[in-house]
DNA sequence: CTTGGATTTGACCAACTGGTCAAACTCACG
DNA sequence: CGTGAGTTTGACCAGTTGGTCAAATCCAAG
């Protein structure tokens, strides 16, 4: 939808007057300059270490100018709006967000699976914590600028995964619980470590958070998964 | 530290002026009167609703005030600035906050008393979302208002209270795991759902979440806490 | 029903914020 | 090494935001 609008108004802007933006200029399909790449990363590796401390509405544009070492006009110069910024950010990194899920095989040892993808999800909460929270910040707000990335990319990979873990239940290869919930409990404890970082940290006394977690989690996981018999 | 300020200030005006605000009518120690105690009351409803909606910066005092049904200056009548609002806010909902943990009793049965302080904690997430999603905000951002209310008030009651994990764990009442890491689960299975309600309903389709929240969680912790033998 | 303190508000302000624009500068390429 | 497309920026703007203030209004106690 945005970016529809922003072709809409770039086509015009082409036919009428000289180019004074990156999108007038990238409509006529060259490929990107070597300072296009590296600005743009740039912008949004500042974007994305803004975005993540202070929420969408709590960045300025200058601050993440600032980060990024460009002027503010440049930025908009190679995004034309705050939310394209943002929406850029997100829907590049949307993508590998779901990756640890996506590699859960429904035909690899069910509980080794399960196990995996949660020491997987807690390596992107200590890898990644700025693109924990920044989810966060936006999910915790109602996710206004995310609800339909999320419904058309996440929805769909849940329900997947969901199939699968029921049929490991089913067959009786893993403790049967409701798989839904079962997997956001994944994401909440994993997530946990990066969105309340801060928290976790302080009442850790200097200890790292992330040298007992892993043994933590595989711990509740195996004993709450682990069929009896 | 910014009530001691505060403080300081109205006792300036005090003696130099006339009383502009509520602060320096307090000081003069009368019982709040019942136009007082009325917007106060709502002026922090209203707080809630919208801090916990858009986070510290993403509110403006002007959303608070219509949402309480009062002008902009009348809200800085009653609180002397947005963070003093905040700040109110923050102290008054804290304690209600930590209840549910305080409840924990030595005495009692060791996986009864973690079961119901999970449930205590769900309904919590239930009942008052937006306090879960102040919070969750304002750590999520690093907790720039809140990190030392927190290292006072939460950092002792966790001591304590991973004390008698520990006990019960060394009894072998309990299955032995960290204690730190168990209370940081609670807190971020329970919490999620209330912190992540959009997401959460989103996947849900249609179907209450915490339908079956509860059994899931009282499940997932009796298979990891009921000792083996 | 008067009066002095408590409460309320319209008008206002300075700082900030997202965004624009024309002019200047830089760079790859012929 | 000249040239035109690509890039950068200082100056600027309109809307928003937190906060102020003097004047007006309300209200409870005498």
């Given at each position: 939808m945005n970016l529809g609008?922003?072709?809409?108004?770039?086509?015009?802007?082409s036919r009428a007057t000289a180019s004074k933006d990156l999108l007038s200029t990238m409509l006529k399909d060259r490929p990107p300059t070597r300072i296009q790449k590296k600005n743009r990363a740039a912008i949004l590796e500042a974007a994305l270490e803004v975005f993540s401390a202070h929420g969408f509405r709590g960045a300025t544009v200058d601050q993440i100018a600032n980060q990024a070492g460009l002027s503010k006009p440049n930025l908009l110069y190679y995004f034309p709006s705050k939310d394209?910024?943002?929406?850029?950010l997100m829907s590049e990194l949307l993508d590998t967000w779901l990756d640890p899920m996506r590699e859960i095989d429904a035909q690899g040892d069910p509980l080794e699976e399960i196990l995996a993808y949660v020491q997987r999800k807690l390596q992107m909460s200590r890898d990644f914590p700025r693109e924990s929270r920044l989810f966060a910040?936006?999910?915790?707000q109602g996710a206004p600028r995310m609800l339909d990335a999320l419904s058309t990319d996440l929805r769909g990979l849940l329900e997947e995964k969901v199939a699968i873990l029921e049929a490991w239940m089913a067959a009786g290869k893993i403790n049967p619980t409701h798989p839904k919930h079962l997997m956001f409990s994944i994401w909440a404890l994993t997530q946990h470590y990066a969105d309340f970082d801060v928290q976790v940290r302080m009442l850790m006394e200097g200890e790292d958070p992330f040298d007992a977690a892993p043994e933590f989690l595989e711990t509740l996981y195996r004993r709450m998964l682990t069929p009896k018999g």
């Amino acid at each position: 939808m945005n970016l529809g609008e922003n072709a809409q108004i770039a086509g015009d802007l082409s036919r009428a007057t000289a180019s004074k933006d990156l999108l007038s200029t990238m409509l006529k399909d060259r490929p990107p300059t070597r300072i296009q790449k590296k600005n743009r990363a740039a912008i949004l590796e500042a974007a994305l270490e803004v975005f993540s401390a202070h929420g969408f509405r709590g960045a300025t544009v200058d601050q993440i100018a600032n980060q990024a070492g460009l002027s503010k006009p440049n930025l908009l110069y190679y995004f034309p709006s705050k939310d394209a910024m943002f929406t850029a950010l997100m829907s590049e990194l949307l993508d590998t967000w779901l990756d640890p899920m996506r590699e859960i095989d429904a035909q690899g040892d069910p509980l080794e699976e399960i196990l995996a993808y949660v020491q997987r999800k807690l390596q992107m909460s200590r890898d990644f914590p700025r693109e924990s929270r920044l989810f966060a910040n936006e999910i915790v707000q109602g996710a206004p600028r995310m609800l339909d990335a999320l419904s058309t990319d996440l929805r769909g990979l849940l329900e997947e995964k969901v199939a699968i873990l029921e049929a490991w239940m089913a067959a009786g290869k893993i403790n049967p619980t409701h798989p839904k919930h079962l997997m956001f409990s994944i994401w909440a404890l994993t997530q946990h470590y990066a969105d309340f970082d801060v928290q976790v940290r302080m009442l850790m006394e200097g200890e790292d958070p992330f040298d007992a977690a892993p043994e933590f989690l595989e711990t509740l996981y195996r004993r709450m998964l682990t069929p009896k018999g």
